[in-house]
């Protein structure tokens, strides 16, 4: 039809949780954000929000536009945005099924997503009690909720990763199926008032086992009992993930990198805590800035990279004044990254000397995440440069009763602590 007589559509899509009214209604952000992604497109386009996107990006054949963080009316954080382009050779087409012949079957996989991407599976009652079950599940529920907050990690939801309960799985076919890179699974055993979580984190591809941890308590009180594994849990899984994607960035051709490699790339060059080694790391996050200028957790790395410099190599007003630029940019009003607002904070802190705005970011990392071991260690830190000696203590037991892995944060963190020492 000529366009004064037809009628195009615009459509917004988004994943997220929604609240059924009794009269069938449907109400809350999911629903919010899908309407106002609608508004965002153009007459007869689609856009998806980054959690829709992450969903399909591997399953389908798209062609979109990266909008980037987009503030949407009556929505408090910014929505990074995809415009899908209708009608394009690549529009969205079915990836051959996974029951292809043998020979096609590598083709006929989806691609994983770039971003890491983990399921975590119903764990095992191992202890034959079925009342068991609700500990079980809840402590899974929880340990998905503890990892979401993970702002680099992207988490298949509880929906689609439950309905693996009861059945024997390959978690190869798990990772094809949810298109995920990482899959998280263990089991729960009872003995009278004594419990033991046993988790095993695996490479999704290769079957590879990452970690294996084992984690006992007792069913005094069951709630605090899943908090406290829940923290436990996602204080191991974290830094494993990071362990492992600095590897696979490490085989990939340095002309496809991204962002994300870059910053990856970056981080075990701050494990000398040293100038030179600062400024190669500094090299990587510049290049990964100019892919994402708004990638927070590079402005907080190459912040810290600018403080070591600045500290350690020379006192160069350059340094000093470049790493509190990228701090504040760290910590900017819409960042919600733990890791970023924690190392941001700790820059501030350090070569601003401004203890209010510093504390203030990092008491904002630890309302996202109250069990990241990074931000507790930059609260103790910053806490005991301000002379508040009682809240410096709390946080630094608390930083130090979280596990330690190679190449963590935290890691390089306790480095610095000790050398300061």
């Not at 996974?98 to 997503?113: F, G, H, T």
């Not at 095992?124 to 599940?137: I, L, R």
């Not at 005094?220 to 600095?246: H, M, N």
């Not at 790391?281 to 907080?300: M, S």
């Amino acid at each position: 039809m000529s366009e004064d007589r037809r009628i195009e559509f615009r459509i917004g899509i988004h994943l997220g949780d929604v609240v059924e009214e009794a009269d069938g209604d449907l109400m809350g952000d999911g629903v919010n954000i899908a309407a106002r992604l609608e508004g965002v497109a153009k007459p007869g386009g689609i856009c998806l929000s980054e959690d829709a996107y992450r969903q399909v990006r591997g399953r389908l054949d798209l062609a979109v536009s990266d909008l980037g963080a987009t503030q949407l009316k009556n929505i408090a954080e910014p929505v990074r945005v995809y415009s899908l382009q209708v009608g394009l050779p690549a529009q969205a087409k079915p990836v051959a099924p996974v029951e292809a012949k043998s020979e096609d079957k590598a083709a006929a996989r989806p691609a994983l997503p770039d971003k890491p991407s983990i399921a975590v599976l119903p764990f095992a009652n191992m202890s034959g009690d079925a009342e068991q079950e609700y500990f079980v599940d809840g402590l899974v529920e929880g340990i998905i909720t503890g990892l979401s907050r993970i702002k680099w990690l992207f988490v298949i939801a509880r929906n689609s990763s439950f309905t693996y309960k009861g059945k024997a799985v390959d978690v190869r076919q798990v990772g094809r199926e949810l298109c995920v890179r990482y899959v998280l699974e263990g089991g729960v055993r009872k003995a009278g008032n004594r419990l033991r979580i046993t988790a095993q984190l695996i490479e999704a591809e290769t079957g590879a086992h990452l970690s294996a941890d084992r984690f006992d308590g007792t069913l005094d009180d069951v709630f605090e009992l899943q908090d406290q594994i829940t923290d436990k849990v996602v204080g191991v899984v974290e830094p494993s993930l990071q362990r492992s994607e600095i590897e696979r960035s490490r085989r990939k051709r340095p002309e496809s990198l991204d962002a994300y490699d870059l910053y990856l790339r970056a981080v075990p060059h701050m494990a000398p805590l040293a100038p030179a080694d600062a400024r190669i790391a500094a090299g990587f996050l510049e290049d990964a800035l100019k892919l994402a200028p708004y990638y927070a957790l590079a402005h907080a790395l190459l912040a810290w990279c600018r403080q070591i410099c600045f500290i350690q190599g020379g006192l160069d007003p350059a340094d000093k004044t470049a790493g509190l630029s990228h701090a504040r940019l760290a910590i900017g009003n819409q960042v919600d990254d733990v890791t970023a607002l924690a190392i941001g904070g700790m820059v501030i802190g350090h070569l601003g000397r401004d203890h209010e705005t510093a504390l203030s970011a990092i008491g904002r990392a630890l309302s996202l995440n109250p069990s990241c071991a990074t931000a507790h260690y930059t609260a103790g830190h910053i806490n005991a440069f301000a002379g508040n000696s009682a809240a410096a203590t709390q946080h630094a037991h608390r930083a130090a009763a979280e596990p330690v892995r190679p190449y963590g944060l935290e890691r390089l963190l306790c480095a610095r602590n000790c050398r300061g020492a």
